[in-house]
């Protein structure tokens, strides 16, 4: 999803009669600084995209706003079932818990930024049913990460200088490793990491979690040792979990350390693979991901140099 306007628009035209444009809406007690952003952001939306069917966005203080199902949310979108007429489509956006987001994130860009965010997903959304593009959950998740980049990228953003492409809330690849973790096996996944880092793009950010424990359970209720889970909410990025309680055990029964950190490196590169089949929408078969994966770690491990010193022959 680009800057430019032609893009949002389908290989024909809907006719329409309905008020076009975009417009804000916000009630007492929104917080200032909210209200500041989004009108803001609403004036670069209208620079660089067309609103054929207005489109209100509301700001309201309480916490949460609720669906016409009853579902409690952060901010949704109604999607009216026709284009001729009223009821027009809206968006609901709660920003009752701003300071909660501040104290959250250490920043207010943190919040403002949460905020921008879930209005995103929402004007995808509405492009998404005004063209009947058709977009699954996961290619209007992709435009939003995409129209999101464009925006805090831009110059004319507030959000620039504080929310930069690497940061961790947009783009990138983050190692967080829990109290307990091994020193060793944090230092080769940080190693690992700043090498995918240099070889590979990460348009959506990915988190990669190490825990001090034996297991991890998938939503299925199977035991592992490395989970992949892409996003099902808007509020949360694609992560990586791995158990490496174990690593003490595993330098015995693979025959050395390198071979136990190689053991840890050869789940995470695996799904690395599926993120990347996600994150680009390619939908590559397990036998494709196999392919990818080992040629990964091939090339990982015929690197020179201190980190690359990992045995080879469990990724032939």
Not at 19 to 30: A, D, E, H, T, W
Not at 103 to 113: D, I, K, T
Not at 279 to 303: D, E, M, V
């Amino acid at each position: 999803m680009g800057n430019d306007k032609k893009n949002m628009k389908p290989s024909g035209t809907v006719k329409r009669k309905n008020p076009g444009g975009l417009r804000i809406v916000s009630r007492k007690g929104v917080p200032p600084d909210v209200r500041r952003a989004i009108l803001k952001f609403a004036a670069w939306l209208r620079l660089h995209y067309d609103f054929p069917i207005r489109l209100t966005i509301y700001l309201l203080p309480e916490e949460k706003v609720f669906s016409s199902s009853g579902e409690e949310s952060i901010s949704i979108f109604f999607e009216p079932i026709e284009k001729t007429g009223k009821p027009y489509p809206y968006i609901k956006l709660a920003t009752g818990d701003y300071q909660k987001l501040i104290q959250e994130g250490g920043n207010v860009y943190y919040a403002l930024y949460t905020n921008v965010s879930s209005i995103i997903l929402h004007v995808v959304q509405y492009f998404n049913w005004y063209y009947d593009k058709k977009w699954s959950k996961k290619q209007i998740q992709i435009q939003r990460e995409k129209l999101l980049h464009v925006y805090v990228t831009d110059d004319k953003s507030p959000l620039k200088n504080h929310m930069q492409p690497n940061n961790q809330h947009i783009t990138g690849i983050k190692v967080v490793a829990r109290k307990g973790v091994h020193p060793d096996v944090r230092r080769a996944m940080l190693k690992f990491t700043g090498w995918l880092r240099n070889n590979y793009d990460f348009p959506i950010h990915l988190n990669i979690y190490l825990l001090n424990v034996w297991d991890i359970y998938t939503s299925w209720g199977k035991k592992c040792t490395t989970v992949y889970r892409e996003p099902l909410k808007t509020c949360k990025k694609p992560i990586i979990k791995c158990a490496v309680a174990d690593y003490t055990q595993l330098i015995l029964s693979q025959g050395g350390k390198n071979n136990a950190l190689y053991s840890i490196i050869y789940d995470v590169a695996k799904y690395f693979i599926y993120y990347q089949s996600w994150c680009l929408n390619k939908g590559w078969s397990k036998s494709t991901i196999n392919r990818r994966y080992k040629t990964l770690l091939q090339n990982y491990t015929n690197q020179k140099g201190e980190g690359f010193q990992l045995l080879r022959e469990k990724g032939e």
